[in-house]
């Protein structure tokens, strides 16, 4: 075991011989990405019961789940929110730092509070990249911690400031947490992913709320365009349309 780092204040080591092997599931309508069981269901609660680490049990304030092997106090899931800001780098560097992969270990093995990440940025690479704050990783060393396929945690220095989704058009599930893994991800499910995220952020509250026209015309066509039977799309194409159609229904019916 290598590399002391920090996470919410609790000692965390690397272990680089193992990793979760879970694939990551990005869950957009609930706003969430998941290793390991789907919050609020059966096997989530025994899951809680026979690990130790960080839930939102009775916070008033979005809390992200890291649970841990309460025996070898090595990590065996994740449920990290999607936070609604929208943040732009002013520089890419700001995205940018050394990478190394492994399991993190809790040094301390015991129950902590883990706020959730505040602004998020989905690039145009299908990269989703969520941070403690606009300015956690500014001018700062970053040391990306690969923790599962596609899924990272980000660290500044040795403190934990958030976390990032590589290919996260290709973990996109729907609410059983279902994904069809090595399925081809096309341009369409890419722009239509960047569309939902936009229009489900807080720029655009205002607007849900208002019904806007211009929001419904936005969904209508999102939901057109990913539903094209002749276009032969994706399955995640019609989880995303799904989504889509939802929100159309609980914001415009």
Known sequence: MTSQLSL?????????????????????????????????????????????????????????????????????????????????????????????????????????????????????????????????????????????QGLSLIFAVDQYVGWRLVDASAALADSSGEVAVGEAVCVELREGLADYLELTSTSMVEQLYGRDRIVRNCLERLVERLSDPAALLPTKCTILSRMADDLLREWFD
């Open 8 to 148: 919410h204040g609790r000692s965390v080591v690397v272990d680089s011989e193992r990793i979760v092997e879970a694939f990551p599931r990005f869950i957009a309508d609930e706003k969430m990405v998941v290793i390991g069981p789907l919050p609020g269901r059966g096997e989530h609660e025994s899951h809680v019961l026979n690990t130790v680490g960080s839930v939102d049990w009775f916070s008033s304030v979005s809390v992200d789940e890291f649970r841990f092997d309460n025996r070898s106090g090595v990590l065996v899931s994740a449920a990290l929110h999607v936070p609604d800001q929208v943040w732009e780098p002013a520089r890419k560097s700001e995205l940018g730092g050394r990478s190394m992969s492994g399991a993190i270990c809790l040094v301390d093995i015991a129950d902590f509070f883990s706020p959730s990440t505040t602004v998020r940025h989905y690039g145009s690479d299908d990269v989703l990249t969520c941070l403690m704050g606009s300015g956690s990783a500014a001018d700062q060393e970053l040391t990306f911690l690969d923790i599962s």
